[in-house]
């Protein structure tokens, strides 16, 4: 798409300062755009960059619109308003709407005729899949599935029988949504199977990324509140609920029944214990071991520093004395107290 | 599936307390059963709820037979005796046998009768597949391949050539079993694969969950022992030897040549170095990193506490001067000692 | 494959000790090996089995060349020329070109004759697929994607739009290339996603494991170099960029716009934050949390070490109080400096 700076700047409300006729067709980093480039300033660390940039557009904050050599976009979320700005030049490509020959579906499934299902894509009985909706080729839709409005199923992505997903959500390839929850009991060191009878049900505008996995409850349903955005690679155990808009970085995983808040970020290799509560706006720093429920609101970490190996190993060995050294510090602190005169 | 409460009793082999007429069709917590729901009570944090439960049958230890308001099933182990229960009440789906036209089949394979094929699964030259295997929508086993009786394997899951699979497995989707172990020579710098030939060999009642890998042997094969149960995102690497009735939580990663013993508990996240033995009747728990073996059974664990962010960077700095804090530890107390009179 | 002593001697230009005409057409460890096997010596710790030996041929170092009891092959780098070797006698299978009645190309897409394309691949507009390339059964190219001469894509793989992939590469099965990144502007608490319009660039002789994702870039490219080598479920999120030779171990994350030298050896589990630089050369121990970037090559390591569970949390608790100890002991210094007479 090709768009002209004053078209843009109607378009998302915001006021421009130089030429509305410019016509943007790509974006760009500040260093590397062209007179026909959308950028944007996020961070002072590139002002430098600002200043001698070449892009057609600049969206930035109102303190630095004086620091552009070209046309500018005043924005109180430059980030945002680039977000929308490019989604305006990108604009999500729809395929054709209608069944491709190559498809399989079951006769009981109602697809919308605005719907698009890709070659190879396996549709089960009763499923439900609504408009504009799009299904990607090689991609298994079970039975009983529902999918809402405009929802995109990419390519070899798998929903098992019965997972609900809300309108506008997007599931990348691979994806593994209402396989089993991993529930056994024990029979004298025999694992025996807990069916798992619960469902998955995923709101409206949730994001999940690739490869990643979240299982059908044991009982009840696993869900995932409107707006959440997962990345790639994340577990996401039976019968655990995520809270609206809290967005979940890669290789996280969350065992059983933990509920996560709303409006949470939690960052990448996180794993999170089963059954625990995590208060609504909390943040977890990457690769942190979460065993405890938070229940004030604030950011969380665990971990200890990387180091050179050697200096590393030395600190490591330590950390088996720890508790030892705890004692005797308190025990020189008992000696020379006893001395004191 | 619906069941009596006395039909349930029988099949179970568990005495029953209270009417058997009562018609059972679904599972439910104690607090929300209704008549026709079967329940069960693990943990006495949950008597409140048996005390008020409307189930139509509660499964429960002895000990509190006496206190739930309807019909009690007594069970010595009230989990597994729920397993059995709703496997009885949700039998798992069985499609119908048959090869589906959209199936691509080799005509060397073996496929018995009672099998059923799922749309867009491919067959490989030469695989055997037994009575009553479900493969499903466009699955891929590959040349050489063979599935034991009553296995099934699910969506999009890929099988590579000459891979072994017993009776009574299920793998879910998008699992992947047999691709290249992780193997390479350095020529100056250069990585040089090392051909992987051997392959995987899977035994009885396995679980595999959906995106777990399994590699094939470097020269002899990877061995998964009977009644392994694999959560999800799970790497296995090339000639790991899992011992028999091991549950290994999701996110976990087994190194090269490790050997994990028969009977082991290991928890989610947990990363174990290459060539390393753990010894049967080990349990490790979530996120620990395992970077020695195990020669006596017990439970092992490694890392740090989370805590509120800043609190955590206070400890996390300090954690770089343990050794030589150690050092002023062991300094003081000589001092002391020296100036004891 | 078969070939003799003598052939592979001449092929690998290596000097023979021993029968040339044996006729191998296996590979075993040394204690394994029947007299139609070939074999390797790398470490010591196997020399007792070399002794015992019964292969027709074993690729050692010179200084053990007179104690194997059969023929050996002299190299300097013995497991690099078991490689060679191997590969010889485990030719890469390549099947039948063309492109399989059940595959799905689109009418713009070129397809080299020498290519072949599996049943149910799925391959998009304006595609272009080199000579000698494989994309097995399921996999999807994306439109416009281009895969250079005699690379492989596993059953499965997904490759989104755009994405280029060099010569001579391999991924594997489930691996995802070229979904979206991770990147969202927040809106009041909402999410709204930053189209990803930049692609992934992969160079020659590039492996991708099993369930491995690349995420396209935000703006720019995603980068991987010449020889790269990624091991199973790996997330590589958007606009990191990995030079070339590096080797990356299962489980690996690394997050957005993180840059990779060249030639460095990551462990398994290891987690990179994003933005970055990890010098050339660097190598990083399992599951090490690399929160700083790297300027200096050198073996770089975190964590803790695995214990018995109850002595480990006694160490585990006192690491909230580290901070606290240390300015005890500091403490205790300063008294006993104020004693000192």
Redesign the interface.
């Known amino acids: 798409m090709a768009i002209s700076n004053g078209d843009l700047a109607k378009a998302l409300g915001l006021p421009l300062q130089g030429d509305p006729g410019v016509v943007l067709d790509?974006?760009?980093?500040l260093d590397?755009a062209g007179p026909s480039a959308l950028s944007f300033l996020v961070g002072k660390q590139y002002l430098p960059l600002l200043k001698a940039t070449r892009a057609g557009l600049v969206i930035l904050p109102e303190a630095h619109a004086g620091e552009a050599p070209g046309a500018v976009l005043v924005s109180p979320?430059p980030?945002?308003d680039?977000?929308?700005a490019?989604?305006l030049?990108?604009p999500v490509e729809a395929p054709e709407p209608g069944i491709?020959p190559?498809a399989?579906v079951a006769e009981s499934a109602k697809i919308s005729p605005t719907a698009s299902i890709?070659?190879?894509a396996?549709i089960g009985e009763r499923a439900r899949i609504a408009e504009a909706v799009v299904v990607?080729?090689?991609a298994?839709i079970?039975d009983d599935v529902v999918i809402g409005e405009a929802s995109r199923i990419?390519?070899?992505?798998?929903i098992?029988r019965g997972v609900q997903i809300g309108k506008r959500c997007?599931i990348?390839?691979?994806a593994?949504i209402g396989?089993?929850g991993?529930g056994?009991?024990?029979?004298q060191?025999?694992?025996?199977?807990?069916?798992q009878?619960g469902s998955v049900r995923i709101g409206d505008?949730v994001?999940i990324?690739?490869?990643t996995?979240i299982?059908r409850g044991a009982?009840?349903d696993t869900v995932i509140g409107d707006?959440v955005?997962l990345?790639?690679?994340i577990?996401i155990?039976h019968n655990v609920v995520i809270g609206e808009?809290t967005?979940i970085?890669?290789?996280t995983?969350i065992?059983g029944s933990a509920t996560i808040g709303k409006?949470c970020t939690i960052g990448?290799?996180v794993?999170i214990?089963g059954h625990l509560r995590i208060a609504d706006h909390t943040t977890?720093?990457?690769?942190?071991?979460?065993?405890?429920s938070i229940d004030e609101p604030?950011?969380?970490?665990?971990?200890?520093?990387?180091?050179?190996?050697?200096?590393?190993?030395?600190?490591?060995?330590?950390?088996?004395?720890?508790?030892e050294?705890?004692k005797?510090?308190r025990q020189?602190?008992k000696?020379?107290e006893e001395r004191t005169p």
Chains 1, 2, 3 share one sequence.
């Open positions: 790509r974006v760009a980093p590397k979320n980030y945002l680039y977000a929308r490019a989604r030049l990108f491709h190559g399989v890709g070659p190879g396996v990607g080729a090689g298994f079970g990419d390519a070899n992505a798998a098992y997007h990348a390839s691979c593994v396989g089993d991993f056994y009991a024990n029979d060191g025999r694992w025996v199977g807990i069916p009878v505008d994001d990324g690739a490869n996995t299982d009982i009840e707006g955005k990345d790639n690679l577990q155990a808009h967005a970085a890669g290789c995983g065992a409006y990448g290799a794993n214990v977890i720093t990457g690769q942190t071991f979460v065993a405890n604030g950011v969380y970490s665990s971990g200890v520093p990387m180091q050179a190996n050697r200096q590393w190993r030395r600190n490591y060995a330590r950390f088996k004395q720890l508790d050294l705890a005797r510090i020189l602190e000696q020379l």
